[in-house]
């Protein structure tokens, strides 16, 4: 049979492939005579993945708070793909640095346009009672959300904003972390004491999110933009995607909860305490905590008020 020249000229090319890495070729073909055709469902391992929603109560509803925080999860690790992109780039373009923050920013916008289907898409009375065979888990206990938070930004802004000025880069990693804003959202309020919700958590992740702080100390996607030239700093579109991410993640995606939160957990002027017992009145409203991943980016004004007109418009449309 006669050898097409197109043909020719790729096996030509993978022999020199595999000489230049001391591979044999010949066995590489073996492989291809014996492998079979890839399927899509082999490929994105559906079969797996739909076996993966497993509820804990017979309410219909579950499936759709279990599905849909899954969903969640999965955009988390393309962000921190997008992130680790960033950080680990030795020289950092301003195109590159824009369009990973670009693709950053939009799968932020894809979770916060989606979660009407936290806030719309259940019925009230069947999430109170199968969220009770939860506990003590919660939202609060996602990983990879705080994980975002420590590529992003130094652990001196994430400290809690009413003691946030007593602490600056100076600090140790570990005294840094442990007064990190979200836990605050763990604590009981009466007792004072830490939530078993709270205690879980830090014991499955503590020791993984203090490596991430010292891996990226100097170096989280803040510091990068930092260490670039003041013409590149000044990129109208590199800034104006910085406070999009800002904006997106620590106020837009907190007033989705917000919404949620007030659609089942408020009624008739009574409170029901959140999954796990976190006090998500004092955790969740932007204004605060008043995190800013840059905040070099925003004036003084825009600080004080952050996440103000926001929060003001979810508590009158929620309640």
Known sequence: MEIKPEIAERIGKLEEKFRNSGQDMGSYLDGLLHDRYLSYWDYISVDTLLSLQKTNTHFPDETIFLTYHQITELYFKLIIHEQKQIIETPNLSVPFFTEKLNRINRY???????????????????????????????????????????????????????????????????????????????????????????????????????????????????????????????NEHLVKALRNLDVNVNINWLLMHMGAAYRY????????????????????????????????????????????????????TEK
């Open 108 to 234: 932020f916008r894809i979770l916060i346009d989606s979660f009407d289907v936290m806030i719309k898409g259940m019925e009230r009375d069947q999430f109170l009672k199968f969220r009770m065979a939860l506990l003590p888990a919660s939202g609060f206990q996602s990983a990879q959300f705080r994980m975002i938070e420590l590529y992003s930004t130094p652990l001196e802004n994430l400290v809690s904003a009413d003691i946030r000025e007593n602490y600056s880069k100076e600090d140790t990693i570990e005294d840094l972390y442990e007064n990190i804003y979200w836990k605050k959202g763990g604590i009981d309020l009466k007792t004072g004491e830490k939530t078993l919700t709270l205690k879980q958590f830090e014991k499955r992740y503590t020791p993984r999110f203090l490596r991430i702080a010292n891996s990226v100390k100097e170096n989280t996607i803040y510091h990068r933009y930092l260490d670039m030239t003041e013409e590149d700093r000044n």
């Open 265 to 316: 957990l408020s009624k008739e002027g009574a409170t029901v305490k959140a999954t796990g017992g976190t006090n998500w009145k004092e955790f969740l409203p932007p204004g605060f905590q008043k995190i800013s991943f840059f905040p070099e980016l925003w004036s003084e004004q825009e600080k004080q008020e952050w996440g103000k007109q926001w929060v003001n418009h979810t508590f009158n």
